[in-house]
């Protein structure tokens, strides 16, 4: 069985910084990934997806994560941030089944000053 | 288009009452999932749809769980005999197909609040 691990629960950046926020995860064969964002009230958004190919893989909102086999990592980056990327953060790793169900993470929050 | 909508976005019941939740997906989406995310946790899965059949039930916390996709479209997630640890939001996804490539559209959840 496939599992997440952020280490993270809370980060906080001033806008501007750059964020990196940490993902492993645990899967016996290439797994796909995922980041989510869940802003307060709002339904889980698709950031970004790696299958295979390029480890290095880019998203929406400015965020690209990089996907390393040998650190079993898939960390998340975004160079700048704004004081709208303050929202809750999700990893997820799906299997190569027949049933692709997600393992999420627990989540880091982020939370930007000015 | 339209997402993935979900009704009510949120219930309050009492203990020991029974409620429905549900969720419809995009359409033309084959596939459909229910999850549940207690405070400050990410989303557990619970089971999964192709078409009309439940391909994976494997995350149904016990049999007070049950969930529905008669015609393949709109599905019911049910359960009976609430308790106060039932109490969370549950989020339905769909998703094109099951296959590489594939990726979940999240709708905003229903917040279930047993008291």
């Known amino acids: 069985a496939q599992s997440v691990t952020q280490p993270d629960i809370h980060i906080t950046v001033s806008e501007g910084a750059s964020l990196e926020l940490r993902c492993n995860y645990s899967?016996?064969?290439?797994?796909?990934l995922f980041w989510y964002v869940q802003s307060p009230g709002q339904g889980l958004q698709l950031l970004l997806k790696?299958?295979?190919?390029?480890?290095l893989v880019q998203g929406i909102k400015g965020f690209e994560a990089e996907f390393k086999r040998s650190q079993s990592s898939f960390n998340l980056r975004k160079p700048s941030v704004h004081w709208s990327d303050a929202a809750d953060y999700f990893c997820?790793?799906?299997?190569?089944?027949?049933?692709?169900?997600?393992?999420f993470g627990a989540g880091t929050t982020v939370t930007v000053r000015a | 288009g339209a997402g993935v909508s979900q009704t009510p976005s949120n219930k309050v019941t009492e203990k020991g009452k029974y409620v429905e939740l549900r969720c419809d997906p995009i359409?033309?989406?084959?596939?459909l999932y229910w999850y549940r995310q207690s405070l400050g946790q990410g989303p557990e899965f619970l089971i999964y749809?192709?078409?009309?059949?439940?391909?994976?039930d494997s995350g149904l916390p016990n049999d007070r769980f049950f969930a529905v996709r008669p015609e393949g479209s709109v599905s019911t997630l049910k359960i009976q005999r609430t308790e106060r640890g039932d109490s969370a939001v549950y989020l339905c996804?769909?998703?094109?197909?099951?296959?590489?490539?594939?990726?979940?559209?999240f709708g905003p959840g229903t917040r279930l609040t047993v008291t």
């Open positions: 996804a769909s998703s094109p197909r099951l296959a590489e490539g594939y990726e979940q559209y």
């Open positions: 899967y016996g064969a290439t797994p796909y």
């Open positions: 790696y299958f295979s190919g390029d480890t």
């Open positions: 997820a790793v799906g299997a190569q089944s027949n049933d692709y169900k997600l393992s």
């Open positions: 359409s033309g989406h084959t596939a």
């Open positions: 749809f192709q078409g009309t059949g439940a391909a994976d």
